[in-house]
């Protein structure tokens, strides 16, 4: 299974509102990564986790909240988002074990802030 | 801080062969790699050079140059499905894991 499964596919809420993106997978990777893409653009780093542990936070703004409750799941809890937040929010994962591996990543949630 | 420059868009036809480069400006990574990326989808991994060089994987090829701060992905044989977005990406050490830093990225439309 080389499958990163995220919830919901699609997401509309309110700048008062707080929702969560949920992101799991069942390869035994030990590093899980959050990205945020703009259309036509790359995606751009936000947190990256290692061994349930936040390993990297890419100055993002506190809104956004990561949460790794255990190797399997990474959700990424939202509150009082902007407009301009709105954006493709994709999850990926990665064995991590030193040196280089490749990042599998899920299909992503499209997030619009209304 | 790194930059990784690709051109935004290629076009080519069906069967063709085409070379998407990506010119870099960053110091110390263990190697680019490329993903591709269809509209709507995930971005899914296609080749990595650790070392200068080619690496042939089936159709696509990827080629580095560290010396020119420069690589490439060669795309052979080139269908209709191949049109796509493609990004080079860089992997960075970042503490206790690597972190890719992604190119700006090029939109291949192949044409019959």
């Known amino acids: 299974d080389t499958e990163v499964t995220q919830t919901p596919k699609h997401l509309v809420m309110g700048m008062t509102n707080k929702k969560s993106l949920k992101c799991e997978q069942h390869m035994g990777h030990r590093a899980m990564y959050w990205y945020k893409q703009k259309a036509k653009k790359p995606p751009e780093l936000m947190f990256v986790y290692s061994y349930e542990k936040l390993s990297i936070n890419e100055s993002v703004p506190s809104r956004f909240s990561p949460e790794c409750p255990n190797s399997s799941l990474l959700n990424l809890h939202l509150h009082a988002l902007q407009p301009e937040d709105s954006a493709l929010y994709l999850c990926a994962s990665s064995q991590d074990e030193g040196g280089y591996y490749e990042q599998y990543f899920g299909p992503g949630t499209r997030l619009t802030v209304t | 801080g790194q930059s990784l420059e690709q051109p935004s868009e290629v076009t080519a036809v069906e069967g063709a062969i085409v070379q998407i480069n990506c010119t870099y400006q960053?110091?110390?990574?263990?190697?680019l790699s490329w993903y591709q990326q269809h509209d709507g989808g995930a971005p899914t991994f296609l080749s990595y050079?650790?070392?200068?060089g080619l690496e042939e994987t089936g159709r696509f090829s990827s080629f580095l140059s560290r010396s020119d701060s420069y690589g490439y992905l060669l795309l052979q044989e080139l269908q209709m499905k191949d049109s796509a977005s493609y990004f080079c990406?860089?992997?960075?050490?970042?503490?206790?894991?690597?972190?890719?830093?992604f190119g700006t990225g090029t939109l291949l439309a192949v044409q019959p």
């Open positions: 050079n650790a070392l200068d």
């Open positions: 960053t110091s110390g990574f263990y190697g």
């Open positions: 990406a860089v992997s960075l050490y970042g503490g206790a894991t690597n972190k890719l830093i």
